[in-house]
């Protein structure tokens, strides 16, 4: 079994910044990918950010130029620093990876969220 734990949500003012951390423990042989999603009230889960094992990176374009992500393989963290921060970006924010066990069998797993609220 894999954990994915996320750390770093708040509220934070319009134009502000916020760096969110997810790290995965347990039975991992390797994670192929990692990614961030976020869910605003009343709304779709979306996605938002994804980065290879190799470090290729891909973003929704709500997002591009103003968020990166980040990550830290010999901790099976991945980070999303976001920065001049909208109303709009206010969600539970989720991580989410596909790992590949140690008896190889490759799963997707999701954390539990945290929530960031961008308001004045």
């Known amino acids: 079994q894999v954990q994915l734990v996320e750390s770093g949500g708040g509220l934070v003012q319009p134009g502000g910044s916020l760096r969110l951390s997810c790290a995965a423990s347990?039975?991992?042989?390797?994670?192929?990918?990692m990614d961030w999603y976020r869910q605003a009230p009343g709304k779709e889960r979306e996605f938002v950010a994804r980065i290879t094992s190799g470090g290729g990176t891909n973003y929704a374009d709500s997002v591009k130029g103003r968020f990166t992500i980040s990550r830290d393989n010999a901790q099976n963290t991945v980070y999303l620093q976001m920065n001049s921060l909208k109303p709009e970006d206010t969600a539970v924010y989720y991580c989410?990876?596909?790992?590949?066990?140690?008896?190889?069998?490759?799963?997707?797993?999701w954390g539990k969220g945290t929530l960031v609220t961008v308001s004045s």
């Open positions: 989410h990876a596909e790992v590949k066990a140690v008896s190889r069998a490759i799963t997707n797993y």
């Open positions: 347990g039975s991992i042989f390797s994670i192929n990918y």
